[in-house]
């Protein structure tokens, strides 16, 4: 129904409420970026350098009585090369609005928590793009470029693709081989394809991918399973809030963990496959955390500051993301009124083993 209209007379004398918080109206989940900013490691020197294994030595083999063994050295390990790379997200107060907002005695919302919320989340979407993109630029390295087979890119880490197949992720374009439908059989054959048999630490981790493809997952999944909702295990992560974060177990008895006239998670060859609003179109990946971290280089000039928002509704109050922004303090420009601050993450994604990574590209229906 439509609300009575007051006049000019009403509104003008009478004090407006205006409530506590902000309900942000744009944004939804950023899954990856907040498991890939959870365990943050430290970066040290100009490059970042992780040597790898490229091949078995070939100077063993059987013997007998007084065979002459080879002595050969042999030169099997390269080295994987990251540089720094660093985002920027402003956060800027007008000296009038500040000036405004302090001599009013009935505000409401502190003007710099929701500037430095607008911030924060802001920054935190531009990092989720970047990290499922392809290091173009002056961007962080991101799943397009570690996820390759060399379609795409070139090198890895300063190694060329086409002569060190090491370094080649698997990637399987379901357009080719089954007119973009995805079924179970493709995600079971992509999980082997970058897995070592029987090995935990060598087989994926996670998977993830769009809630359309999520969707069609579940719709594969669903009639194979009994009415018996509560005695199938369908438990681990939390398609809808995010869930719980690495290493945090799945409370007994959480029944928003379980199936009920639909999914909230989906658990297959006991990993979660989970769904990223920011995840590549028609992209499923299979992702073996065990290799992928985020190195951050930190400033000793700069802060470090909670990621978490102070006044703002929405995914990311539901979801607290870890602290991983360092933050320059507030300058007030020599030609301008106001104050400008800068959030800053400055570091790269790296992944040491791209082989052990896979996707399947171009789903289009299940």
Known sequence: MAGMVFTDRVTDITYQEIL??????????????????TNVKEWSGVTLNLPIETANSTTGGSFSGMDTFPTAATDNTRLFTWYVAAYEQSVVVPGIE??????????????????MD??????????????????????FDGLGLIVDNGTNSS??????????????????DLTALNSGIITLDYLSSE???????????????????????????EGI?????????????????????????????????DQALKGAAGFNVLDYRARNMIADDMATSGTFFWLNEHYIDFYALR??????????????EGFYDDVPFPSAWQFREMMSPVNQYGAV?????????????????GKLINITSN
């Open 118 to 139: 607008e911030a924060k989340i802001s920054g935190l979407v531009g990092i989720g793009g970047i990290l499922y993109g392809f290091g173009n630029g002056k961007d």
């Open 20 to 37: 506590p918080r902000l309900v942000d109206q744009i944004n939804n989940s950023n899954i990856w970026t907040a498991r890939v900013l």
């Open 155 to 172: 090198a890895y880490g300063g190694i060329t693709r086409s002569t060190s197949p090491f370094v080649n992720a698997d990637v399987t």
């Open 341 to 357: 601050g800068l959030l800053m993450l400055m570091g790269n994604l790296v992944c040491g083993q791209p082989r052990r990574n």
């Open 299 to 312: 400033s000793p000039d700069l802060q470090k500051i909670s990621s978490a928002v102070e006044v703002t």
């Open 221 to 253: 999944i669903q009639p194979m399973v009994s009415a018996r909702y509560d005695t199938v295990r369908m438990g681990g992560y939390n398609r809808i809030d995010g869930g719980l974060p690495p290493g945090v177990a799945v409370p007994s008895g």
């Open 191 to 217: 999980f082997d394809n970058v897995s070592a048999a029987g090995s935990t630490s060598e087989s994926p981790t996670i998977g993830l991918t769009t809630k359309a493809i999520w969707t069609f997952i």
């Open 98 to 115: 500040r000036d405004v907002n302090a001599n009013n005695e009935k505000q409401v919302l502190r003007l710099l928590s929701t500037r």
